[in-house]
């Protein structure tokens, strides 16, 4: 089958637009009260792991959107760099079958200075970047990428890649 190239460009991260895929955590006043902008953490299917993690920058194509089905993922530059993430919404974490919808990924430009936390089972491609590397923050289970890992590749299941255009 012939890859379809579909380009994207990285849309502002908003709170309202990350929505559907998780919550943009911004900086906040030490002290407040737990609310709405804090994500809602779910970690008790294993042990939490928190951790940097050191990417190698790639082409920015995406193959491959990934889930995690026991957890919320959080991200954050380590450095305060911005990057970007394509994403499609969960639907039903607990479905082995599920596949993300092609016209429902979006591509998002993270500022730095902010962490996203996926909902639990949220599609997602990256961290991309454009500098020869960067170290992220990455809160997960510690046996996420062994046992929790589910991948669709778009470009054997769709004939397609995407092409984040910045």
Request: charged share 20%.
């Amino acid at each position: 089958m012939p890859e379809t190239l579909l380009r994207l460009a990285p849309q502002p991260a908003t709170a309202a637009a990350l929505a559907p895929f998780g919550t943009l955590i911004e900086p906040g006043e030490d002290g407040a009260p737990f609310g709405p902008a804090d994500a809602r953490l779910e970690l008790h299917r294993g042990t939490p792991r928190f951790y940097i993690m050191r990417l190698s920058a790639r082409p920015l194509l995406v193959r491959g959107i990934t889930r995690h089905r026991q957890v919320t993922q959080c991200l954050a530059s380590a450095r305060g760099e911005e990057w970007f993430i394509c994403l499609a919404p969960p639907g039903d974490p607990d479905d082995d079958a599920a596949e993300p919808e092609l016209s429902a990924i979006r591509c998002f430009r993270i500022p730095g200075g902010v962490a996203l936390a996926l909902h639990r089972g949220s599609w997602h491609a990256g961290p991309y970047f454009t500098a020869p590397s960067m170290d992220f923050f990455n809160l997960e289970l510690a046996d996420t990428n062994e046992v929790d890992h589910h991948t669709v590749r778009l470009d054997q299941r769709f004939g397609t890649v995407i092409e984040i255009t910045p």
